[in-house]
Each structure stands twice: as C-alpha cells, then as structure tokens.
C-alpha cells in the first residue's frame, strides 16, 4: 500500500529568476531531453511542494489555436512522488485559474502517455478533433469547457 504523503500546490511567479530555475530543474527531472524548456514567464505555473521541497510543477498559457482558451502546456511529476495524483491535482488547480481568467475551455494533447491520459478522462476532459491538428499523428487532443462562477449562476437562476 501506498505511503500517504501530505502536498501543498502554490501558483508562482515564473517571471522570478529562482522560480524559473527551479521549474526548470523540475522539467530536467521529468521531462529529461523529451521536450524543449518552456518560457516560464509566459501564462501561469504551480510548484507542488512535500514539506519544504517541490516535487511537482504544471502550467498553463494562452492557446494560440483556440480563442479564449488556456493551453495546459506541461505538468511533471518527480519519479520518487508519482502515484499521489498530483497530476489531477494540478490540472484541478490549473482549471480554478482558467475559470478566474474568464476562459470558456482548456486544451492539452497527450502522445504515448497512459497515465497522463487517464488522468484527464479523470479529470472530465474529452478527447476532440482540432480543426489544425498541432503536434503528432498519434498525439491524442483533450478539451474541457469550463463555466465560470458568474455564468454558472446566471444559467441557473430561474425566476418563478
Ligand atoms: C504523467 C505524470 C505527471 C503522472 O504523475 P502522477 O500524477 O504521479 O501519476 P498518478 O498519480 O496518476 O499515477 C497513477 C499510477 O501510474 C503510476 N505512474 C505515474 N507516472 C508513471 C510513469 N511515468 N510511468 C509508469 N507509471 C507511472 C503511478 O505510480 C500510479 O501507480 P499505482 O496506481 O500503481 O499507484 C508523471 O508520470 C510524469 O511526470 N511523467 C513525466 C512527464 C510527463 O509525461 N508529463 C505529461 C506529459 S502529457
């Protein structure tokens, strides 16, 4: 059985020079050379930390495909903390932010990776079709919509 482990996930500030390193040194560790470093001062990015040490990074940018839409860029979990969910965890996080932004959906692709898949069938997402596909012939595409909480009560309020 799985050890239970306690994390905190805190939105930083990629723009910050150490923040950056340690993203990076993050993305070093779980990306390996499999995919190019991102601009960490562009969109929004979480650490997850188990106590004083981060283990986990995600991020989010504006999608360049879709309009008023987040693109979940990447998320990393360090070997030794997988099997904790941090993932979905993130991608929860994340989804708060893209709701305060105002933004109607999120968008991903996953290529050759089970678990991240399964952790956005977790999460609600649904695969689709992108009109201009963006990465490879099997790159599996994922959206959720999202309501925003002044939309959300609009849409409800009834008057009767
Ligand atoms: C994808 C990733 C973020 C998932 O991490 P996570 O949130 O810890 O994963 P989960 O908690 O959902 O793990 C579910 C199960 O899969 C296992 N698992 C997690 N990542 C795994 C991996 N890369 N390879 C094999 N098994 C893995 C977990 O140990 C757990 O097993 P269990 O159910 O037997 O306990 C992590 O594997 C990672 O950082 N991979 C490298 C970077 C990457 O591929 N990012 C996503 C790009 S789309």
Known sequence: MSQIL??????????????ADVLA?????TFFSGASIPAFDRGHWWLAFHE???????????STHIRNAG???RVGVVQRHWGHRLQLRLMRTMEARARRNGWS??????TGNVVSANNFIRAGYRMYRPACPWA??????WQKRLISGASSHSTHSKRR
């Not at 490879?136 to 595409?141: C, S």
């Open 6 to 19: 306690t994390y905190r996930i805190r939105e930083v500030d990629g723009r910050d020079d150490e923040i």
């Open 25 to 29: 040194e993050l993305h070093r560790l």
């Open 52 to 62: 004083a040490a981060p283990v986990a990074f995600a991020g989010v940018i504006p």
């Open 71 to 73: 693109y979940f860029c």
């Open 105 to 110: 959906c999120v968008v991903s692709d996953t």
């Open 136 to 141: 490879f012939p099997d790159t599996l595409y």
